[in-house]
Every structure is written in structure tokens, then in C-alpha cells.
């Protein structure tokens, strides 16, 4: 069973445009929603992570939007680079105690110049 | 440098062959964990240890051992591999017992079961 839904499969963008890589839930005691970065060779890498009393958490070009009711979140790249190009997993996992993370299907983003 | 190390990191064996992939954390971690990778499917854990010998299954966990005798090493086991685990591995470990913003992920192994 996919707890953690995560579209698109792949993604293209242009230098400069903005990335999108949306994500939902459906266990309501997910309470820490982070996103990975991995490229190819090495491991995933923690970049953003948010927790839901807040709707949006901003880090440099790097933006999650966070959506309670619909419970959905998403990872918003502005201003993308080449740099950029990786594979990015949404995941969500449950605060206290032992926390086991769900992680998403992955999303691979390719930058074009 | 703090870092978490898995070793081989290219094996290719044939079914049935009992095969270990070691990892090591030099961060003096209590919470580490394995996950597979596998196209389509993102990364799904196998086990996972919060201190030395205290283990747990993860999701998937069939065909799959692991020990933590020492702190820092949490090897993973395949007794007789089968070609369904064909996969990409990695081992994660964390300070704080489960809080993901602190884990740290290894380089990965990729294994071939022929």
C-alpha cells in the first residue's frame, strides 16, 4: 500500500523555470513531512522537511508547500539549474517514539539549459 | 569526516549464495536502518536497529538478517539470495532514534542476483 503518493514520475524544466513535485498522504498522524535530493552514485540527502502547523517553509530557492485539509504537500524549485538535476523523494513519517518514514516513488527532475 | 560507509559497493552473486553487505557509521549514532531502492517503488526499509541489539523489521524484510553487536555496524544478510532482490541498498543512521532530520544515508550498494 502507497501511503505517500508523489507525481510526477519525471520532470523536465528549462534554466531559470520553476520545478514542481507534488506529493499526497493519506495517514492523518503523518506529522513531519521531509524531502530528499539524490544524485546519481550517492545516497539521498535531506534538503527541506516541514511540519504541518505551518503551510509554507522557504530555504534559499527551495520552497514546500503544505496543505492540511487536502493533505498534500509540494516541493517547489525556483529559478532551477542544471545543479539541480536529481532525483527528489518526498517522504512523511509520525514525530515521537520510533518514527518509520514512508518515502515517495521519486521524482526525476532534468534541467536544460 | 562523519560519515556512513557500506561495503562492497557493486556485488553481483548467484542464488543461493550467502552474502553480507557491511555499513558503518563513525557519528556514534543509536538509530540505524537499511532501505532498498528499486525503479518505481522510491525506497522502502527492510530493517532497522535503535540501539545495539534492538532490531525490528521494516516493511520488507523477507529473505533479509541483520545484527547490531557494536554501535557503529549494522551489517545486512542475505542467507540464500534470490534474483527479486536484485536492488539498489542503502544504510541510513540517525542520532536521534527516528528523527528522519538528522539521518544519514551511505554511498549505496548495488547487488546483481544472477
Known amino acids: 500500500q502507497q501511503q505517500v503518493k508523489q507525481s510526477p514520475q519525471s520532470l523536465i524544466v528549462q534554466k531559470g523555470g520553476i520545478s514542481i513535485i507534488n506529493c499526497a498522504y493519506e495517514?492523518?498522524?503523518?506529522?513531519?513531512f521531509p524531502w530528499y535530493q539524490q544524485f546519481p552514485g550517492k545516497g539521498p540527502a535531506l534538503l527541506i522537511a516541514i511540519r504541518p502547523d505551518v503551510s509554507e517553509k522557504k530555504e534559499g530557492r527551495f520552497t514546500i508547500s503544505f496543505n492540511k485539509s487536502a493533505k498534500q504537500f509540494s516541493l517547489h524549485i525556483m529559478d532551477s539549474q542544471p545543479g539541480d538535476s536529481a532525483t527528489y523523494f518526498c517522504?512523511?513519517?509520525?514525530?515521537?517514539?520510533?518514527?518509520?518514514?514512508?518515502f515517495g516513488t521519486g521524482t526525476k527532475l532534468q534541467v536544460i539549459p | 569526516e562523519a560519515q556512513v560507509t557500506q561495503n562492497p559497493r557493486y556485488l553481483i552473486t548467484v542464488t543461493g549464495k550467502k552474502l553480507t553487505v557491511t555499513c558503518s557509521q563513525n557519528m556514534n549514532h543509536e538509530y540505524m536502518s537499511w532501505y532498498r531502492q528499486d525503479p518505481g517503488l522510491g525506497l522502502r526499509q527492510i530493517y532497522y536497529s535503535m540501539n545495539v541489539e534492538v532490531t525490528d523489521k521494516g516493511d520488507v524484510p523477507e529473505g533479509y538478517k541483520v545484527s547490531r553487536k557494536e554501535k557503529r555496524n549494522f551489517p545486512l544478510i542475505l542467507e540464500s539470495p534470490s534474483p527479486n532482490q536484485t536492488s539498489l541498498y542503502f544504510c541510513a543512521s540517525s542520532s536521534i532514534p527516528g528523527r528522519t532530520d538528522t539521518q544519514y544515508f551511505g554511498p549505496g550498494t548495488r547487488l546483481t542476483v544472477l
Open positions: 495517514n492523518t498522524a503523518f506529522d513531519y
Open positions: 517522504a512523511a513519517t509520525v514525530s515521537g517514539g520510533y518514527q518509520k518514514v514512508t
